[in-house]
């Protein structure tokens, strides 16, 4: 169990916020990107002052739209997380059965290392090759390390069929990669993960490539040993939440207690790493990814409080660390502000500042995993211009925070434009590379299905045989 973390005091002057108004606009979603694409917030990176700076903003835009605080008197909720950093290069031994050693792999360019713990050296371990489940030992033993697979899903799921999740009681796990070539490292990124699954006994995950990775798999590796050297520390992060309390109908006053979770996520990959020439362009300002989703959320709670008191209740959910791995959208879920069996759908908004072509243009949004559940047909019923996910090759159902509410068993779906953004992930991401008279379109169609959502008069359910939580 975690305590509560307290982020440092940032001091800067308040933020505006666009002018008032019941009614979603085009300028107030231009002024909030020119706000979150700017450059002053240097790509919005997880556990920054600018992040700070952000949720701030967010929060009072809720407060100023009549939102309740979403978590107890607080519309913030923090979220623990664990940053591994590091003060040299990892480095790597090993030691053939002729015990001639060690040998030293070169970091970067023959491999890698995730670490999942504090940044301790292994000692030597002894080498075992695992080609096949049979040969996993009865017992996990921390003198061991495991040579596995380069496929991460085959032999973790080896490990998971075995008893041992994530390899945990083990002293190293090695996926060998002899076809793959590194390239030159100074040192590993910094590592931000989720503190409240954080376990001490996970082994790190090595990835050795080249003929390193060929001799430990055809046997010729005895012993290994992994030096790290850095610190690991707590780094607090918080989710903005905030609720509209439904007040149920007439005939099924219990509306009142389900809730829609409307979420979209306000982190990016901030600066890009290295040495560049002066002058050089370094920030990655998301502007499409997803501060277009937070600006039509932000403006879909202003017009909801505004308007006719909801049926079912409302939580609007903004999330931090999207781009690590969805971090504080599991916290969310493991630690939801609302009871979790009460959530009856999640509908999550990223990337909605440009057109998709294959999608038919302007205005014209997909909603992912459309075939999954019965609210796609639903809304094209009722009117809305909205179909199928139109790039299923590339999976967004499963890349967005929606994924975290459907690994709980709830309906999660996400509404977009953004699968032919050129500008993806890069420093051209910019508020003026938007498209507004688009993204207004898609917040009115968002605020028309979030307006059936909450009316009761519609109930989301997953189609038969669903959810399947696997790619298709």
Same mark, same amino acid.
């Given at each position: ?5 307290? @982020? ?11 002018? &008032? ?7 107030? !979603?231009? /002024? /909030? ?44 909720? #923090? ?10 290069? #990892? ?15 070169? /970091? ?10 504090? +940044?301790?050296?292994? $000692?030597?371990?002894?080498? @075992? ?20 697979? *380069? ?15 994530? &390899? ?9 990669? #002899? ?64 609720? !509209? ?16 979770? @409307?979420?979209? /996520?306000?982190?990016?990959? &901030?600066?890009?790493?290295?040495? =560049? ?14 501060? *277009?989703?937070?600006?039509? @959320? ?19 959910? =903004? ?17 939801? *502000? ?7 759908? %999640?509908?999550? !908004?990223?990337?909605? $500042?440009?057109?998709? +072509?294959?999608? $038919? ?40 925070? %929606?994924?975290? =509410?459907?690994?709980? &068993? ?42 059936? !959502? ?8 997953? %189609? ?9």
């Amino acid at each position: 169990m975690f305590t509560a973390l307290l @982020l440092p005091a940032v001091l800067f002057v308040q933020d505006p916020l666009p002018k &008032g108004d019941a009614d979603v606009t085009r300028s107030a !979603l231009l /002024h /909030h990107l020119k706000f979150l694409a700017s450059d002053e917030l240097k790509g919005r990176g997880t556990a920054t002052p600018e992040s700070q700076r952000v949720s701030d903003y967010i929060a009072r835009s809720l407060q100023r739209s009549g939102a309740e605080p979403g978590v107890g008197k607080s519309y913030f909720q #923090p979220v623990p997380l664990l940053t591994t950093s590091f003060d040299a290069q #990892p480095q790597l031994n090993f030691w053939d059965s002729a015990e001639r050693g060690p040998q030293a792999v070169e /970091h970067g360019i023959e491999f890698s290392v995730s670490v999942k713990g504090d +940044p301790l050296d292994t $000692g030597v371990l002894r080498v @075992l090759v695992v080609r096949e489940e049979a040969d996993l030992p009865a017992e996990a033993d921390p003198t061991l390390a495991l040579v596995m697979q *380069s496929s991460r899903r085959k032999s973790f799921g080896w490990l998971e069929q075995a008893g041992f999740d994530d &390899g945990v009681g083990f002293g190293l796990i090695v996926r060998a990669s #002899p076809t793959r070539t590194g390239r030159t490292r100074s040192m590993p990124s910094p590592r931000i993960e989720r503190a409240w699954l954080a376990a001490k006994d996970t082994p790190d995950v090595l990835t050795v490539m080249g003929s390193p990775a060929q001799d430990l798999w055809d046997g010729k590796i005895d012993r290994l040993e992994l030096k790290l050297s850095g610190k690991r520390e707590a780094t607090p992060e918080r989710n903005v939440v905030g609720i !509209l309390r439904g007040v149920g109908t007439p005939d099924e006053p219990q509306l009142k207690d389900e809730v829609i979770v @409307l979420s979209a /996520h306000f982190d990016h990959v &901030g600066v890009m790493r290295g040495d =560049f020439p002066e002058g050089t362009d370094v920030i990655r300002n998301g502007a499409d990814d997803d501060a *277009s989703g937070c600006a039509v @959320l932000m403006e879909l709670a202003e017009a909801l409080c505004a308007g006719p008191a909801p049926a079912r209740t409302v939580v609007f959910l =903004f999330c931090a660390a999207e781009e690590l791995g969805m971090l504080g959208t599991y916290y969310y879920a493991d630690n939801p *502000s609302v009871p979790l069996k009460s959530i009856v759908c %999640n509908l999550n !908004l990223e990337m909605l $500042g440009m057109p998709d +072509p294959l999608m $038919g243009g302007p205005g014209k949004v997909w909603l992912t995993g459309f075939d999954r559940t019965n609210l796609g047909p639903l809304f094209v019923e009722a009117g809305f211009d909205v179909g199928p996910d139109v790039r299923p090759e590339q999976h967004f159902f499963e890349r967005s925070d %929606n994924i975290v =509410f459907v690994k709980k &068993g709830i309906v999660g779906q996400t509404l977009s434009t953004g699968g032919d953004n050129p500008n993806y992930h890069k420093v051209s991401d910019e508020a003026d590379t938007l498209d507004y008279d688009h993204m207004l379109t898609c917040a009115l169609a968002a605020l028309k299905a979030t307006r059936l !959502l909450t009316s009761g008069e519609v109930t989301p359910k997953w %189609n038969e045989g669903e959810p399947k939580l696997g790619r298709r």
